[in-house]
């Protein structure tokens, strides 16, 4: 059974950083892009934050987050990260990790179970 788990949420000041890292686990052949989302207080939707491509070539950012959001990978293992920098009480929110994995013949979308991120003014 496959799982993504994420760590490394928290509280912090605005204008702080924190690094969130998600590890993938199970029986698990490929790992295609990975993405990471958030949901905001009151927000029904999720959010695409940031996203980078199977071997790390590409990325992509929200406008939001340009410049001082960071996402890498170490395919190794298995892991994705979400550095964020100069953090605004807007980036408050839960967030996700998503990933194309491919377990058995096909690819398919796992999520993890979220970490809060909280960013006081």
């Known amino acids: 059974q496959v799982q993504l788990v994420e760590s490394g949420g928290g509280l912090v000041q605005a204008g702080g950083s924190l690094r969130l890292s998600c590890t993938a686990s199970?029986?698990?052949?490929?790992?295609?892009?990975m993405t990471w989302y958030r949901q905001g207080p009151g927000k029904q939707e999720r959010e695409l934050v940031a996203?980078?491509?199977?071997?790390?070539?590409?990325?992509y950012y929200a406008e939001s987050v340009k410049g001082r959001f960071t996402i890498s990978r170490d395919n190794i293992k298995k892991m994705v990260y979400l550095q964020m920098n100069s953090l605004k009480s807007e980036d408050t929110g839960v967030y996700f990790c998503?990933?194309?994995?491919?377990?058995?013949?096909?690819?398919?979308?796992?999520w993890g179970q979220g970490t809060q991120v909280t960013v006081s003014s």
């Open positions: 199970g029986r698990i052949s490929e790992i295609n892009a």
């Open positions: 998503n990933a194309d994995i491919k377990a058995s013949w096909r690819y398919e979308s796992y």
């Open positions: 996203q980078i491509t199977r071997d790390g070539s590409t990325t």
